[in-house]
T-cell receptor, first 114, second 110 residues
Framework: GAGVSQSPSNKVTEKGKDVELRCDPI?????LYWYRQSLGQGLEFLIY????????KSGLPSDRFSAERTGGSVSTLTIQRTQQEDSAVYLC????????????FGAGTRLSVL | RKEVEQDPGPFNVPEGATVAFNCTYS??????FFWYRQDCRKEPKLLMS???SGNEDGRFTAQLNRASQYISLLIRDSKLSDSATYLC???????????FGTGTRLLVSP
């Protein structure tokens, strides 16, 4: 498809397990963003990748969270030793460049930590 | 205090009504402004950018008041399909991340 693709769409895991969430941005978009949306909360920025530059990790809530972007395209967000407060919808967005361009969102991964 | 504040609603209006949403932002370095729409359990989608001079897209009109750090969205002739959560979004100068309000929920009834 032409949009941002995320997988899985839903993930249920047990507390303490690690999870990996995947994002495939729109073809040609150089910038990629991860956000999360907790119940009743606004979207919260996590991390931003722009081309080959060092990512902006300023939104990652703890060192249990990490992300990488391979080959300037697909990105993986990893949460280690999941906690119940990690339960949220994790949304990925991409844009043509990092500056001034519209961010298009994927449908998200709904993570439930039991 | 949140950086972007919105009335959560819900706003319940009949079809054909005019409804306005307001949003305030606290960081004067905010440079870009948007309204996104989010349907239940769906991703946010851009509704419109907001420009200093104000801008209109069909039934939707957005206004920005930089002095008061205030953004508004006006929807005329509401349709049932307008029912959604409307997210006020800003981007600070020099930053790429978007800062979202928690959204205002609109319910349009027949």
């Amino acid at each position: 498809g032409a949009g941002v693709s995320q997988s899985p769409s839903n993930k249920v895991t047990e507390k303490g397990k690690d999870v990996e969430l995947r994002c495939d941005p729109i073809s040609g978009h150089t910038a990629l963003y991860w956000y999360r949306q907790s119940l009743g909360q606004g979207l919260e920025f996590l991390i931003y990748f722009q081309g080959n530059s060092a990512p902006d990790k300023s939104g990652l809530p703890s060192d249990r969270f990490s992300a990488e972007r391979t080959g300037g395209s697909v990105s993986t967000l990893t949460i280690q030793r999941t906690q119940q407060e990690d339960s949220a919808v994790y949304l990925c967005a991409s844009s043509f460049t990092g500056t001034g361009n519209i961010q298009y969102f994927g449908a998200g991964t709904r993570l439930s930590v039991l | 205090r949140k950086e972007v504040e919105q009335d959560p609603g819900p706003f319940n209006v009949p079809e054909g009504a005019t409804v306005a949403f307001n949003c305030t932002y606290s960081n004067s370095a905010s440079q870009s402004f948007f309204w996104y729409r989010q349907d239940c359990r769906k991703e946010p989608k851009l509704l419109m950018s907001v420009y200093s001079s104000g801008n209109e897209d069909g039934r939707f009109t957005a206004q920005l008041n930089r002095a008061s750090q205030y953004i508004s969205l006006l929807i005329r002739d509401s349709k049932l399909s307008d029912s959604a959560t409307y997210l006020c979004v800003v981007r600070r100068e020099g930053f790429q991340k978007l800062v979202f309000g928690t959204g205002t929920r609109l319910l349009v009834s027949p």
